[in-house]
């Protein structure tokens, strides 16, 4: 696995995470508490980080698969609302003693297409991401 000397590990391991992630079923679509879930199928997921430069994957999204990616243990249950077309996430962990919030900001129909804005913070670190996904067929079937 590549390594970041700007990202703590658990933050470096959120933002590769979002490209094959895989957590908890969500029901389709998003509301004031719920995080937005994509539909089911072959995914084209484009990362770009300062850290990891540009990353483009071919991802099989499954109807459980959580668009933040697994959660740590010392994670905080995500705060969900809506803005408009927009859906906002924030998430606070502990690790290593150290708080860490991450908030993502999401636009799309997450059926076609979706984008996702991240900022990180831990201690005195500031990064971000962003993502461009766009569904590329219903199966993952080749």
């Known amino acids: ?29 998003a509301t004031q508490t719920e995080l937005p ?6 995914w084209r997921i484009t ?8 990353q483009t994957n071919d ?4 109807a459980g698969d959580s668009i933040i990616g697994p959660r740590a243990s010392g994670c905080a249950r995500p705060s969900v609302s809506r803005a408009g077309d927009q859906v906002i996430v924030t ?17 799309g129909d997450f059926k ?7 900022k990180m913070s831990s201690g005195a670190i500031r990064s ?3 993502i461009d996904a766009k569904l590329l067929r219903k199966s993952c079937e080749p």
């Open 112 to 118: 076609s297409w979706y984008r996702a804005q991240s």
């Open 91 to 107: 998430v606070e962990c502990v690790a290593a003693g150290r708080r860490e919030v991450e908030s993502f900001l999401f636009t």
């Open 47 to 54: 990362t770009v980080s300062p850290e990891i430069g540009m």
């Open 59 to 62: 991802v099989c999204i499954t």
């Open 128 to 130: 971000g991401f962003t």
């Open 1 to 29: 696995m590549l390594k970041s000397p700007l990202l703590s590990p658990s933050l470096f391991a959120l933002v590769m995470s979002l490209s094959v992630s895989a957590g908890e079923a969500q029901p389709t679509g």
């Open 37 to 42: 879930t994509r539909a089911p199928g072959l």
